[in-house]
């Protein structure tokens, strides 16, 4: 199958370029096996950790790292991405390969590690020009989707050893007034203060959670597709934020970046995975198929819905407040916080809803 329908990295960014002198010595030693000198690039997708390829004669290596500049506790742990990657990898096929973690900033002047490329095809906004999917093959590429994150959920994470990468009972709880107070911290004049939302959030929060390891970015973007049988998953990508969590609350964050075929114009402005396609379940189909195959209760799921969309809207403020305040000059976040307004009236709209 040609070349076109993989995933490319593009050249570095000025300014993130990687020291290959320094960094050589470290993947020989630790990973050995590499021929010749390897071609940089880098991936230009998310707002977070930097993301590069490293082209050798023999094979290709992927290598993360944080961002340089002040960064929150606990954001772009490397050491704990790479972790749990090498610890979840023993009972969840879809995790690529780690191969070290390197804790000496001065090779590269961060901390960083590596990784297996998984070749394949990653559905980003459109599918590629060249990859042609029937309605049904939509249909069983959706379902493949939301079964991969059904097998995550049922991972025994305590026989995986990996109840340390959580804090345990009390999740939901955590989550609501940690998000209400990144929302808070990061307003700007031209946003609302969301005080119906946050409220509602609070008072709404189940009695009940069931525990499970959740992604926390689970989306369409973050997989990887099978070249020869794109409807088939061979890798979840993107490890940062995955804990032990809620998994109807790891659902609400995935819808809230689902758009269908009918949603309106803004938000299919905002699409970043291919939901669009004729086949693709609806939001309100996703839900309905998680819980039948989970045996979960969706009747109080208007909860996890607005919580998936106060989040994103929480995270979008984030980046805007950095443009807001001038410490980044990326002209793709300007209008952010028009986005957060809309955000947070589909919220309202679905309290109006729920009751």
């Known amino acids: 199958m040609s070349e076109l329908l993989l995933d490319q990295a593009q050249a570095v960014r000025p300014g993130e370029e990687l020291n290959i002198e320094q960094l050589q010595p470290w993947l ?9 000198t390897p071609e940089v690039t880098q991936y230009s997708g998310g707002v977070s950790n930097w993301t590069y390829c490293l082209a050798f004669d023999n094979r290709s290596l992927i ?7 002040t960064k929150a506790k606990g954001a772009h742990d490397m050491q704990r991405e790479h972790d749990l990657q090498r610890d ?10 780690v191969y070290g973690y390197c804790a000496d900033e001065t090779v590269i002047g961060s901390d960083f590690y590596v990784m297996e490329k998984l070749e394949g095809i990653i559905p980003r906004k459109n ?11 939509v249909r069983t590429l959706c379902t493949n989707a939301i079964d991969t994150l059904i097998d995550l959920h049922q991972v025994d994470y305590k026989s995986a ?28 004049w031209n946003v609302p203060r969301a005080k119906k939302v946050t409220q509602w959030l609070q008072a709404s929060i189940p009695a009940s959670e069931n525990l499970c390891i959740t992604h926390n970015d689970f989306r369409f973007d973050n997989l990887v597709l099978d070249v020869q049988h794109p409807t088939n998953i061979i890798g979840v990508l993107d490890w940062e934020l995955a804990t032990i969590g809620d998994p109807l609350m790891d659902l609400g964050n995935t819808l809230a970046y689902w758009i269908q075929a009918d949603d309106d114009k803004l938000m299919q402005s905002t699409r970043k995975q291919p939901t669009h396609l004729n086949g693709m379940m609806t939001r309100c189909e996703v839900v309905k198929y998680y819980c039948e195959k989970t045996g979960l209760d969706a009747n109080d799921f208007a909860f996890y819905e607005v919580y998936g969309l106060f989040r994103l809207a929480a995270i979008a403020q ?3 407040y950095r443009y807001h305040h001038k410490q980044t000059r990326n002209p793709a976040y300007k209008y952010y916080w028009f986005f957060v307004n809309y955000l947070i009236r589909r919220c309202k709209k679905i309290i109006k809803t729920a009751g």
């Open 63 to 69: 290598l993360r790292r944080g961002p340089d500049g």
């Open 161 to 188: 050893g990996l109840e340390h990468i959580g804090k345990g009972a009390g999740y939901t709880g955590r989550q609501i007034e940690g998000w209400i107070n990144r929302y808070m911290r990061a307003k700007t």
């Open 28 to 36: 020989n030693e630790y990973i050995g096996d590499l021929k010749g």
């Open 318 to 320: 984030q980046i805007y």
């Open 127 to 137: 599918l590629p020009k060249s990859l042609h999917l029937a309605q049904d093959d």
């Open 88 to 97: 979840l990898k023993r009972v969840f096929a879809a995790v690529p390969h």
